[in-house]
């Protein structure tokens, strides 16, 4: 199984990014899907996540109406649109997934199956 996270860089605030994480080994839609993020000396925290069986999306409250999750069965991928970036937003950014289970727990990172290796993003001020 491999997670395949690209797209990040390095841009100016107020910029957008679009992140892509390409799946292999695993579909997609057989998953809820998430979005972490890690700045330099901190820890892992969640970002947002895509839910299998609904495809509803939820999302930490520090990215609410700048973040969009999305994904494509058909690609095996999934993608974070980022929009409005703050130098805060300076992060490696991992995608995760994790089968659906019972109960809920999106925002854990020890609850995940499967983890890619992360895309820097760069938010210059």
């Known amino acids: 199984v491999q997670l395949q996270a690209y797209g990040g860089g390095l841009v100016q605030t107020g910029g957008s990014l679009k992140l892509s994480c390409t799946a292999s080994?695993?579909?997609?839609?057989?998953?809820?899907m998430a979005w972490f993020r890690q700045a330099p000396g901190k820890e892992r925290e969640f970002v947002a996540v895509?839910?299998?069986?609904?495809?509803?999306?939820n999302y930490v409250d520090a990215v609410k109406g700048r973040f969009t999750f999305s994904k494509d069965n058909s690609k095996n991928t999934v993608y974070l649109q980022i929009n409005s970036l703050k130098p805060e937003d300076t992060a490696f950014y991992f995608c995760?997934?994790?089968?659906?289970?019972?109960?809920?727990?999106?925002?854990?990172?020890?609850?995940?199956?499967?983890w890619g290796q992360g895309t820097l993003v760069t938010v210059s001020s």
């Open positions: 995760a997934a994790q089968l659906p289970r019972d109960p809920k727990n999106y925002e854990a990172v020890g609850t995940y199956n499967y």
């Open positions: 080994g695993i579909h997609v839609r057989l998953y809820d």
């Open positions: 895509i839910t299998m069986m609904t495809g509803s999306t």
